[in-house]
Structure formats: C-alpha cells, structure tokens
C-alpha cells in the first residue's frame, strides 16, 4: 500500500515536499516513480528513483527544479518541488514496479503499485 501526503496550495516560485509512506513490503526491493494528472487527461511520467544506488531520472519539464529521494529504512519516498509553476498543477501519484529492468520506467504500465494521489495546485 503506498500513501502520499505533502499536497497544497503554494504560488508561484515556491516549493512543496511530497512523501510517499509505503508498506505491505520492503522498499528497498522495488523501483519506484511519481506521476501527475490534470482532469481529462493521462497520467504523465514526473521522476523515477531506482533500488539499490537511488538512480534518478526525471521527465525535462521538471528536470533541474525537482528532487526524488528515498529512505528505505522509513520506508518512506520523497519528491521536493522547487521552483513550482502553474503548469505543475496537477494530482501527483507515487508508484512502485517489481521489475529490474529500466524499460517502462516512464509509463504508467510499467508500475505495479499505486498510492491515492495528492493534490498539488500552485497559484500564478
């Protein structure tokens, strides 16, 4: 089961922490990313964070002003959001895959585990 909190209300040029507490298994075993959606639309790759060396890979709308992380002793992942925009707004999911390999990283098809979501809104 994975749960996000962190969502708000924030302006422009702010920031938000977004975490993800996960049980049901140890985290160190999976691969793990954060999605968004906007209403009417599908749910878009944000960042991935691997087991083991905590690789991170991150979609170029966000590249440079977000973070992804992860404590697996808390059990626990993490996406800092620096810099935010209006064009961030959106329901942020995290996900985990079993999967080693690093196809389908960036899909929504490619996870097998999804929180609830949490919404993200920043004010221009």
């Known amino acids: 089961q994975l749960v996000e909190s962190g969502g708000g209300l924030v302006h422009s040029g702010g920031s938000l922490r977004l975490s993800c507490t996960v049980s049901?298994?140890?985290?160190?075993?999976?691969?793990a990313g954060w999605f968004r959606q906007v209403p009417g639309k599908e749910r878009k790759f944000v960042a991935a964070i691997s087991r083991n060396y905590g690789i991170t890979l991150y979609d170029d709308s966000v590249k440079g002003r977000f973070t992804a992380s992860r404590d697996d002793g808390k059990s626990t992942l993490f996406l800092q959001m620096d810099n935010l925009k209006p064009e961030d707004t959106a329901q942020y999911f995290c996900?985990?895959?079993?999967?080693?390999?690093?196809?389908?990283?960036?899909?929504?098809?490619?996870?097998?585990?999804w929180g609830q979501g949490t919404q993200v809104t920043v004010s221009s």
């Open positions: 996900a985990a895959r079993i999967s080693r390999s690093i196809d389908g990283y960036d899909r929504e098809s490619g996870y097998d585990y």
């Open positions: 049901g298994g140890p985290l160190r075993e999976y691969n």
